[in-house]
Antibody, heavy 122, light 107 residues
């Protein structure tokens, strides 16, 4: 299993970015996918979930209404569109694969990407 | 949201020691409790899921137990590669939450 994030960078407050996570070596559409972030020197925070088909999504309160998760199963890629960025969104963003086979995969993260850093600063 | 509290926040130990890390949930989470290890600059790694099931490839010196609100991760004999930060996570609620982490340091 390989997960490769991209799309991070330096952005001004109020700006937008789209993060991507390209997956390989497993049947992508059979598993939910997740984004988890980690602010510098801090702990882990679950951000968002997308089901295997993409039909259902879920968000942490801290990002609801500003972030949108989606997936393209034909491209084995999950996305995180992040809008109206704030300083407190500065973090390494990891994508992760669900452990359990199935639409919702249980929220246990068995494989993680290397992360992509988003820095929000003027 | 369900709050997860880990103790201690940091722990100094020596190679060969047996150590136990604790995680407490703000409500019963019915063993929907998982443990991750994170080394500096690296992504977390799943160690234990469903409170006590060892993830494939994880050494048997790691074990988990608990029920209700209280859970533990035990390392039976610390190895040099085990010094890291450990996080617990609950999936009882679909709004997943992590503990703040326990940093395991070499004495």
């Amino acid at each position: 299993v390989q997960l490769l994030e991209s799309g991070g960078g330096l952005v001004q407050p109020g700006g937008s970015l789209r993060l991507s996570c390209a997956a390989s070596e497993f049947t992508f559409s059979n598993y939910a996918m997740y984004w988890v972030r980690q602010a510098p020197g801090k702990g882990l925070e679950w951000v968002s979930t997308v089901s295997g088909s993409g039909a259902s999504t879920n968000y942490a309160d801290s990002v609801k209404g500003r972030f949108t998760i989606s997936r393209d199963n034909s491209k084995n890629t999950v996305y995180l569109q992040i809008n109206r960025l704030r300083a407190e969104d500065t973090a390494v963003y990891y994508c992760a694969k669900g452990l359990w086979f199935g639409e919702h995969s249980g929220g246990i993260f068995d494989y993680w990407g290397q992360g992509t850093l988003v820095t929000v600063s003027s | 949201d369900i709050q997860m509290t880990q103790s201690p926040s940091s722990l100094s130990a020596s190679v060969g020691d047996r150590v136990t890390l604790t995680c407490r949930a703000s409500q019963s989470i019915s063993s929907y409790l998982h443990w991750y290890q994170q080394k500096p600059g690296k992504a977390p790694k799943l160690l234990i899921y469903a409170a006590s099931d060892l993830q494939t490839g994880v050494p048997s010196r790691f074990s988990g137990s608990g029920s209700g609100t209280d859970y533990t991760l035990t390392i039976s004999s610390l190895q040099p590669e085990d010094f890291a930060v450990y996080y617990c996570q609950q999936t009882y609620s679909s709004r997943y939450t992590f503990g703040q982490g326990t940093k395991l340091e070499m004495k």
